[in-house]
């Protein structure tokens, strides 16, 4: 029996006062593939991403992550949000980066990352601290370990906001915008991080507008518009020979 | 008659004027627990799902911001024993009825302040304690409360100076705390200029520890890891978290 896709959306639908925010999305990542999410603002990628970190319940469809379907209990027809504690314990699976970084500003670095292993998975406070010592080394930011929040840079406290999603041995990381914020300067760094994690064999999705890292990192790119997947393909194809008129209209304006 | 400062000294040293200024001092404390407790639990109640709780607590609130604290302490000590029993007893002392009427009244003030606190913490750190798998006790407790704290901490503590000056209402009840305390020794002497003085002295003294303290309290709120002092945001360099502007020290992107 072939192994089943580590994430699997079916049919995703999501409503905001009776306004259709995603019409039925269905896409696939493979275990250690990267897929890259483009599309115009308030097309809904923010919202794709806080149905599959389970932030927020969908109207209907599936998510499975490896072949189990989250957020949700009873059948796979009969859609019933999973009780909080529950959900609570699937999302340790699913690491999220945002936009904004939301870092816990009364906690330094190392505190960060280890907020999630202390409260979340009970880790002993010692052993917590050197896994996430070690994680902000692995991001480059041993030096900054003891800096609060308000003290790094946007580059670095996004790094920071990866290793603490990190620590936690996601099987899925989600990433939205993670340079929007950022001056042009520290993009660079965060995306050396993303790579990396990348090459390490990490499974992310990533709402992303950087078409470089796109094409580089990705293997799969989707154009996402209006609330549906218009066109997704590897990145060769997807970004040199288009099959939609929708996605070059999208390109030549990136371009 | 002149200001006769013997008689002003005297006093001021007396057993009874520090046995009075202690009383003043537990009273407020307890009180402003007592209130910080309530209204934690009246701001919870603000936005609970369910509308009974939400209109019970807005009752309240409208209830204890419209009596006068005074009217609520001949209330708390003439009204509830003729109402019950229970209140007849010898442990229903004059300190628990004006513990009990102060921190109801001032319960309903420092609701306002703590919800606003709890709501003025960005979206975003909820929203990234939940990804990392905290529940929603974890979330307020770990992640939004030290952030609230802060915002909450300012106006908190011009509440208790104030309720320590409140505290001066229980002399109508019989309470021998400072004020009890001058008018009883007037009484006698119609010193009341010395009298008077001393137990002004005893305020001032009380109010100014409480202001150092309050400083002391607020500068371990500063999240940085070189402690400095908390300036107006506008004019600090290290703003709010989440501000992608500030670019500090360079150090080594990852390979
Ligand atoms: N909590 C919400 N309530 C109401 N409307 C929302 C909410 N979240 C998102 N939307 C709407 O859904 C649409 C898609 O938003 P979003 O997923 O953030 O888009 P994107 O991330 O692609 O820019 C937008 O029109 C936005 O206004
Ligand atoms: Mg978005």
Redesign the interface.
Known sequence: MKTPPLLEVQNLHKSYNNVEVLGGVDFTVRRGQVKALLGPSGSGKSTILRMISLLEPADSGTILLDGEPIGVIGGRVDVRPAPERVLARQRTAIGMVFQKFNLFPHLDATRNVMSGLTTVLKVPKKEAREQALEMLDRVGLSARAHAYPAELSGGQQQRVAIARALVMKPKLMLFDEPTSALDPELVREVLDVMEKLASDGMTMVVVTHEMRFARSVASEVALFDSGQIVEQAPPDRFFDAPEHERTRRFLAHMH | MAFDSTIFFDQLFSEAYLRGALLSLSLAIASQIGAVIIGFGLALGKSSKFAVVRSLCTSYIWFFRAVPALLLLLLMWNGLPQLSPVFQKEWYSPFLAAFIGLALAEGAFMAEIIRSALMSV?D??Q??????????G?VLF??VL??AT?VALPPTGNEFIGMVKYTSLASVISLQELLTTAQMGVAVTFRYAEYYAAATVYYLVIVSVLMLLQNRVERR?T???TPTRRRFPALSR????????????Q????A
């Open positions: 960005d975003g750190q929203l990234a304690a939940r990804a990392l798998g905290m529940t929603r974890q770990k992640v030290p952030q802060r709120f999240w940085t890891s290290a703003g709010a978290a989440g501000s992608p502007k500030q670019t500090t020290t150090e080594k992107v990852p």
